[in-house]
């Protein structure tokens, strides 16, 4: 039995196939239009699915919608009344549409679906309806791994319902209560989301972004004004202050009002009230989540919680749950938005509809990783490259994770490509866009040169599952001296803050992505010196190196991927001492790797570090210990090749006219203590750059290629 689900006409419109209870394929529309969040029937996500299973519409059993337009229309109109005459504007501007085409929104469907196969008919029975949250539910509990569970829906809203919470057994759903429009913890997010200058439906994800640069200074006004919260986490929020009921903009002059500011514009700069307005709602939304998560165990005593709808996108309320309620076991939706009520109402319809039965694996759920998008093989890839007169290289399989450690350990950025793409809105190892952790500038790179977007956005740092136990190890070890730390640093601090999503491998998965992490931070130990993928090490190098901790645990946030020797230990006092000159707030991070030490320093609360730290930096540890600064990165050089760049780095360069001046200013005795370490070597060096072949040379081979041609000129004089 085939079953199609598809959400569409609001925002993040999808499409999902089931065969029998096992789902085939799941795609959102936006991923083949490239628009984002797009709303508009799912023409070519629907036409994937089926070409994907190698079936035709017409061998659908049944095609189900997510919602019920009659309802939602109904709601429409009765908010509409009860705030009349006010959004009188914004009423007959929406009924004409609503009259026209959203009201006969079966109507639509079933003329779209027979576009994409003439054949289907509408025959009363195949073209089914769920409710929003019913899909929303459906979508959290029939795919995970439990018999029972609570499920919390938390969403804008859907129908008339914003909060739902309901108990899901074996193949049922039911619905145990709910809050209805206008009180929304959804809604009062985009509201604030409109108020800081950023797009409702789409951007709410940004302001949990920005919220950890702020101070939540505003939480006890928005309690006092605008949501009166219960003990049990119900709450009613005051309308006095929004628009979003029935007018065109989510808050009015009022709330402008109380926070003394108007809405920002999407081009303004963000200053520190931004963050602190982001960072007071995040906190708000954070408790309120806690507050019903606390009060449904309290009630239900049921131990595995399920979550749904697009509040349940919010990683940090989602992290709270886990870490301070009584729930033993929480399953997210991975496309907890509307995209992922498509998947709901094909299960709604599998289960609940249908009746049939279902059967649950404590060890693995259905959503087969939300690996459940378009793949293309590698002849596709070539052909397509070969078609746009792309240059391109295709290395050998054994070295194919190394080429990318060693390009990503160089500073360069990769986009990953491989399997099927991912179902809902995050990156999950198939296509992602990858970078080291360990560059302070890697973040200002992506964001701003790659992305192009705003430079607080945050990063998903990859660890490999079987961590866990060494992470908490280093928690407890961190916590021993600093009582009040929360968390370790696993990358430089500016890619890593309190919203990043950590991607954790599990053993058996078999994702290729996995498999990288794996051959970088082992594979490519001794080649490298440090192994760091956007995260930790692997176990047996993850080192605390407790007695530099006991000396310098001031510090607070320390992260070693090497065992560190004495003369690295012996330095670190005497720039502590240096950077004590500095008009420093605090001493942010340490990393400790291979023959390096990197700093990273806090000031001002900027959002990116000033370029001039870090120049600052720079001379310190070049004065104090010059052989620690690596201008030009020497990982693929012989251990011989490393020394010699070491001691002439400030000749390996490629501008001709500048190598001439530096050669002009080199004393007798210098140029003698040249020629004498590099003429032996030439040969080798020079095989050494012949076995890159076609391949580009790393910055290591062109600087020692560098020191050979001025040793040549040298000899020739």
């Not at 402008?256 to 982001?278: C, N, Q, W, Y």
């Not at 990156?427 to 890697?442: K, Q, Y």
């Amino acid at each position: 039995m085939y079953i199609l689900g598809f959400s569409a006409f609001y925002h993040d419109s999808a499409a999902c196939l089931l065969k029998d209870d096992e789902i085939i394929a799941a795609v959102q529309e936006e991923r083949f239009s490239r628009i984002k969040n797009d709303f508009r029937f799912p023409f070519k996500a629907i036409e994937f699915c089926l070409e994907y299973s190698g079936i035709s519409l017409v061998e659908v059993d049944y095609v189900v919608f997510y919602e019920k337009p009659f309802l939602k229309f109904e709601r429409l109109v009765e908010t509409y009344l009860a705030f009349a005459p006010h959004g009188l504007f914004s009423f007959w501007k929406s009924m004409p549409l609503w009259l026209k085409e959203k009201l006969f929104q079966k109507k639509t469907i079933i003329s779209n679906l027979q576009i994409i196969d003439c054949r289907w008919r509408y025959n009363s029975k195949n073209l089914l309806f769920t409710e929003h949250h019913q899909a929303h539910a459906a979508s959290a509990f029939f795919p995970s791994p439990f018999k029972e569970a609570l499920i919390l829906t938390v969403d804008g809203v859907g129908e008339w319902t914003t909060t739902s919470v309901a108990k899901g057994i074996e193949n049922k759903i039911e619905v145990l209560k709910e809050i209805r429009f206008p009180h929304s913890i959804g809604l009062l997010y985009s509201a604030f989301t409109y108020y800081l200058g950023f797009k409702v439906n789409s951007d709410e994800y940004k302001i949990m972004g920005l919220a950890p640069y702020g101070e939540p200074k505003y939480v006890n006004k928005i309690y006092d004004h605008l949501i009166d919260i219960k003990a049990d986490g119900s709450f009613r929020v005051n309308m006095e202050y929004f628009d979003y009921g029935a007018g065109l903009k989510m808050t009015n002059r009022k709330f402008d009002l109380l926070f003394g500011s108007i809405p920002r514009k999407p081009d303004a700069e963000i200053t520190s009230f931004h963050m602190d307005v982001a960072s007071s709602i995040q906190k708000v939304t954070e408790e309120i989540m806690l507050l019903i998560a606390c009060d449904l165990y309290k009630e239900y005593g049921i131990e595995n919680l399920c979550l749904a709808g697009g509040v349940a996108l919010n990683c940090v309320a989602n992290g709270k749950i886990l870490q301070e309620t009584p729930f033993k076991q929480v399953w997210i939706q991975p496309a907890a938005g509307d995209a992922g009520g498509a998947l709901g109402a094909a299960y709604a319809v599998y289960y609940e509809y249908l009746q049939n039965s279902r059967k649950a694996s404590r060890n693995e759920d259905k959503m087969k990783n939300a690996l459940l998008g378009p793949a293309f093989t590698k002849d596709e890839v070539r052909q397509f490259l070969s078609q746009r007169g792309e240059t391109f290289y295709e290395p050998e399989e054994e070295d194919y994770y190394t080429i990318l450690a060693r390009e990503i350990a160089q500073g360069k950025v990769i986009g990953w490509f491989k399997g099927r793409m991912e179902y809902g809105p995050r990156a999950l190892g198939a296509r992602s866009i990858l970078g080291d952790a360990r560059n302070p500038v890697m973040q200002s790179v992506m964001n701003l040169k790659i992305k192009y977007r705003e430079s607080f956005r945050p990063f998903a740092p990859a660890i490999l599952g079987f961590e866990k136990n060494i992470m908490q190890e280093i928690r407890d070890k961190i916590k021993a001296f600093r009582p009040t730390s929360q968390e370790v640093i696993l990358c430089d601090p500016n890619i890593n803050d309190k919203s990043t999503r950590l991607y954790k491998f599990k053993d058996d998965n078999g994702n290729r992505f996995k498999i990288w992490v794996f051959t970088y931070t082992i594979r490519l130990e001794a080649q490298l010196e440090t192994s760091l993928l956007f995260s930790i090490n692997f176990p047996d190098k993850v080192c605390l190196a407790n007695k530099l901790l006991e000396e310098i645990s001031e510090i607070g946030k320390i992260y070693t991927d090497n065992s560190i020797d004495d003369q690295i230990k012996s330095c670190i006092g005497l720039l502590m001492n240096d950077l004590k000159t500095l008009n420093f707030d605090s001493i942010e991070g340490l990393t400790v790797y291979g023959n390096s030490i990197q700093l990273t320093l806090k000031q001002d609360r900027k959002i990116l570090p000033e370029i001039e730290i870090f120049k600052r930096l720079k001379s310190i540890i070049e004065l104090n210990f010059p052989d620690k600064i690596h201008d030009i990165d020497y990982s693929d050089l012989p251990i011989g090749f490393r020394k010699i760049l070491y001691n002439f780095k400030s000749l390996a360069i490629t501008d001709d006219f500048e190598r001439s001046e530096k050669i002009l200013e080199l004393t007798k005795k210098e140029r003698s203590n040249l020629i004498k370490v590099v003429e032996p070597k030439l040969e080798e060096i020079y095989s050494f750059v012949e076995s890159f072949g076609d391949k580009p040379l790393s910055e290591g081979a062109i600087g020692i290629q560098c020191l050979a041609e001025i040793v040549i000129e040298l000899t020739n004089e």
